[in-house]
Every structure is written in structure tokens, then in C-alpha cells.
């Protein structure tokens, strides 16, 4: 199982740029999507996060500005970012709690991460 993050790059302030992760592999079942970030020096944190059933959760600074969307069929996760400020520029890591055909367990896989710079 893998995931594949595209669409990262560098935007000015009040820019728009969208991010898109795909899964991919032998995957029984796909639960939570989601993205975290992780700017320098800094922990990594959550972004926004999509159940199976399409609800989702935005954490304080990215509501309004953000948009997360899945598509089931093609196992994919996307993040719109609108109104982008300098303080968005991170590592922007995709992942997905679901179950491989392989493993009885769900488990948590992370995208290779996509680089996100807001230039003041």
C-alpha cells in the first residue's frame, strides 16, 4: 500500500494551490483520510481531516480558507487551499487509516509529503 501526495509548490500570499493524494495497492477498505502539517521546528499538526461517509473537520486556523475532498471510487484525498498566509508554509503529509487485504489490522499510512510555500 502506498500514497501518493502531488501538487505542492510556491504561491504568494492570498494564493490558491491544491494538494491531492492518491492510495494505492491492495486496500480492503479505506476509513479516515486526512492531512497533517509540519512546518520547521515545529511538531506536526493536523489540517483537516474526511470520514468515509464524506463529514469532515477542519481545525481553527484553515476553516474558511480550506476545502478537504475524497473520492472513493479512485481512493483519493484532496486539499484546496484558499487565501493561503505565509504562516501555511509547511511539509503537507496525506494519510489513510484503512485496511490492507494483507493485514487484518487497520493501520495508518502516511504520503511522502508535499512542500508548501506561502511567500509574504
Known amino acids: 500500500v502506498q500514497l501518493q501526495a502531488s501538487g505542492g509548490g510556491l504561491v504568494q500570499s492570498g494564493g490558491s494551490l491544491r494538494l491531492s493524494c492518491a492510495a494505492s495497492g491492495t486496500i480492503f477498505r479505506i476509513n479516515d483520510m486526512g492531512w497533517y502539517r509540519q512546518a520547521p521546528g515545529k511538531q506536526r499538526e493536523l489540517v483537516a481531516v474526511i470520514s468515509s461517509d464524506g463529514a469532515t473537520n477542519y481545525v481553527d486556523f484553515v476553516k474558511g480558507r480550506f476545502t478537504i475532498s475524497r473520492d472513493n471510487a479512485k481512493k483519493t484525498v484532496d486539499l484546496q487551499m484558499n487565501s493561503l498566509k505565509h504562516e501555511d508554509t509547511a511539509i503537507y503529509y496525506c494519510?489513510?487509516?484503512?485496511?490492507?487485504?494483507?493485514?487484518?489490522?487497520?493501520?495508518?499510512?502516511w504520503g511522502q509529503g508535499a512542500q508548501v510555500t506561502v511567500s509574504s
Open positions: 494519510y489513510a487509516h484503512l485496511r490492507a487485504y494483507s493485514i487484518a489490522l487497520e493501520s495508518i499510512y
